[in-house]
């Protein structure tokens, strides 16, 4: 498995930006699928975007198209999420979570997961 640490959250206006970092450990990180998840309070676990294993290919839930961007530095064992635009809606915890090869919108599906960061964005 690989072990994952979330960073970057915070208190934002709507309209802000922050950026998401996700360090993983682990020899195999670029085998790997990432995703991010986010979950508000009395919400279920959502997807939110995720790469696959090489960074050549992304997905987003129509949400976040156009404001959000994830990707992936092989070199630092990272994944990002780069949230624009924000807006109060986007308040949650966020995760990140790995599975090997291919990357899945089901939380079931993934193996690894990290702590959560918390997002909040104020109006």
């Known amino acids: 498995q690989v072990q994952l640490v979330e960073s970057g959250g915070g208190l934002v206006q709507a309209g802000g930006s922050l950026r998401l970092s996700c360090a993983a450990s682990?020899?195999?990180?670029?085998?790997?699928?990432m995703a991010w998840f986010r979950q508000a309070p009395g919400k279920e676990r959502e997807f939110v975007a995720a790469i696959n294993w090489s960074g050549g290919s992304t997905y987003y839930i129509d949400a976040v198209k156009g404001r959000f961007t994830i990707s992936r530095d092989k070199a630092k064992n990272t994944v990002y999420l780069q949230m624009n635009s924000l807006k109060p809606e986007d308040t949650a915890v966020y995760y990140c979570a790995a599975r090997p090869m291919n990357w899945s919108t089901r939380p079931r599906d993934y193996s690894s997961w990290g702590q959560g960061t918390q997002v909040t964005v104020s109006s």
């Open positions: 682990g020899r195999t990180f670029s085998a790997y699928a």
